[in-house]
């Protein structure tokens, strides 16, 4: 079935460098994707989103970038810091066929770690 | 801004009974609330959709009978765990979607999560 899948399950950084979390997608039809950041026994929490009609976005600290071309999304962190350490979420936000609900798709997440 | 609560944070209980866990959006109108389940090490699986005063949606292989779900106002949302067992222990998290001045309509915002285990 189409899902949200992400290329590397654990990524591990020093301090100070810059974090790029990868994920892909297969339903073209998906036009709004979300990361989240998900901390031990918290609920994910908003980081930044995009829609289909934009390939960049930047917020603080972090960018994301999205290929429609190749279903690919990236959420890139300038400058790591340990109290970036969590598990990363990319969500596919699905438009139900007929009728319905929009749904989020949620990839297997990424765990980063940030080394001193 | 766009804040979502969850009470209990934690729960545990005995097999066979029956446990509530409430969803409140704090700060904005949830038109739309979510239910997920999350186990150890992996990704949220989608259980429930619901609108304000409409029944829910449920994902298929989620029993709607065992997995009660009401929605009886814009800022509030119950599951209840019916029967609970041993095998329904998880970390259950709500999300919610609406508008106003404080969340968008196309995102969702999450709640804290629940840890319910049962013995």
């Known amino acids: 079935g189409e899902s949200v899948g992400l290329h590397l399950p654990t990524l591990s950084v020093q301090e100070g460098d810059n974090s790029i979390i990868n994920c892909a997608y297969s339903?073209?039809?998906?036009?709004?994707f979300i990361w989240y950041k998900q901390e031990s026994g918290k609920g994910p929490q908003f980081i930044i989103d995009?829609?289909?009609?934009?390939d960049k976005r930047q917020g603080q600290r972090v960018t994301v970038l999205l290929n429609k071309t190749v279903k690919h999304l990236s959420l890139q962190i300038a400058a790591t810091q340990p109290g970036d350490s969590a598990v990363y979420f990319c969500?596919?936000?699905?438009?139900?066929?007929?009728?319905?609900?929009?749904?989020?798709?949620f990839g297997a997440g990424t765990r980063l770690a940030v080394h001193p | 801004g766009a804040v979502v609560s969850q009470h209990p944070s934690r729960v545990i209980c005995k097999s066979g009974t029956s446990v509530k866990i409430e969803c409140r959006s704090l700060?904005?109108?949830?038109?739309?609330m979510f239910w997920y389940r999350q186990f150890p090490k992996q990704s949220l699986m989608l259980m429930a959709t619901?609108?304000?005063?409409?029944?829910?949606?449920?994902e298929q292989g989620v029993e709607k009978d065992k997995f009660l779900i009401n929605h009886a106002s814009l800022t509030l949302s119950t599951l209840t765990v019916t029967s609970a067992h041993p095998e329904d222990s998880s970390f259950y998290i709500c999300?919610?979607?609406?508008?106003?001045?404080?969340?968008?309509?196309?995102?969702?915002?999450f709640g804290p999560g629940t840890r319910l285990t049962v013995l």
């Open positions: 999300s919610a979607s609406g508008g106003g001045s404080m969340a968008s309509t196309d995102t969702q915002y």
């Open positions: 339903n073209s039809a998906s036009d709004y």
């Open positions: 995009i829609r289909s009609n934009m």
């Open positions: 969500a596919e936000n699905r438009p139900p066929p007929t009728g319905g609900y929009n749904k989020l798709i």
């Open positions: 700060d904005f109108q949830a038109t739309t």
């Open positions: 619901s609108n304000e005063g409409s029944k829910a949606t449920y």
